[in-house]
T-cell receptor, first 117, second 117 residues
């Protein structure tokens, strides 16, 4: 089956620093990737939709200057949390849509736990 | 936008008992329906999906779900649970339409299933 990886799986950083999270589709091409944020004991909140070669579409209330998304290739999207603060600590999950599939199923990465001190 | 309701935030059951996790959605048009499972500190794994055809869908790990269009429900069931089924379960709806919402998933808030020995 289709596999999506995320790197790193866990990151701890100091307040004010920037952190980059990578999302890769390992065995398929993904023209669209999604970035979610999940708080403890809560559901996934869609942050943005990333389309290869174009600007990401951000959900209402998500700061595009703080959460920079780059989708430079058909297999890689990155999320950069700029000037991270403790309130940015969360579990970030990406998913990739397989356009080679029969109905554009999304496949999820294992997530990245971000802790900002 | 779609709305997904998982009425039960927590469902405790004993091992080998049957279980049903409820999911209702709000939509008057055709949708795709999904159930995902999430183990602690991991991403989402697809349990099963309904796209069209038979309303009874069978998935992995012995789970099944029934699509009921008149009640706009997609309840997840398993006749006999194991301790290893303890996890968070998310119901999701996808809009198969075109445009900016194509492929987007709308998640319920999740149901924590805890199986006791």
């Amino acid at each position: 089956g289709a596999v999506v990886s995320q790197h790193p799986s866990r990151v701890i950083c100091k307040s004010g620093t920037s952190v980059k999270i990578e999302c890769r589709s390992l065995d398929f091409q993904a023209t669209t990737m999604f970035w979610y944020r999940q708080f403890p004991k809560q559901s996934l909140m869609l942050m943005a939709t990333s389309n290869e070669g174009s600007k990401a579409t951000y959900e209402q209330g998500v700061e595009k200057d703080k959460f920079l998304i780059n989708h430079a290739s058909l297999t890689l999207s990155t999320l950069t949390v700029t000037s991270a603060h403790p309130e940015d600590s969360s579990f970030y999950i990406c998913s990739a849509r397989d356009h080679g599939g029969s109905y554009n199923e999304q496949f999820f990465g294992p997530g990245t736990r971000l802790t900002v001190l | 936008a779609q709305s997904v309701t998982q009425l039960d935030s927590q469902v405790p059951v004993f091992e080998e008992a049957p279980v049903e996790l409820r999911c209702n959605y709000s939509s008057s048009v055709s949708v795709y329906l999904f159930w995902y499972v999430q183990y602690p500190n991991q991403g989402l794994q697809l349990l099963l999906k309904y796209l069209s055809g038979s309303t009874l869908v069978k998935g992995i790990n012995g789970f099944e779900a029934e699509f009921n269009k008149s009640q706009t429900s997609f309840h997840l069931r398993k006749p006999s649970v194991h301790i290893s089924d303890t996890a968070e379960y998310f119901c999701a709806v996808s809009d198969p339409g075109r445009g900016s919402t194509l492929g987007r998933l709308y998640f319920g808030r999740g149901t924590q299933l805890t199986v006791w020995p």
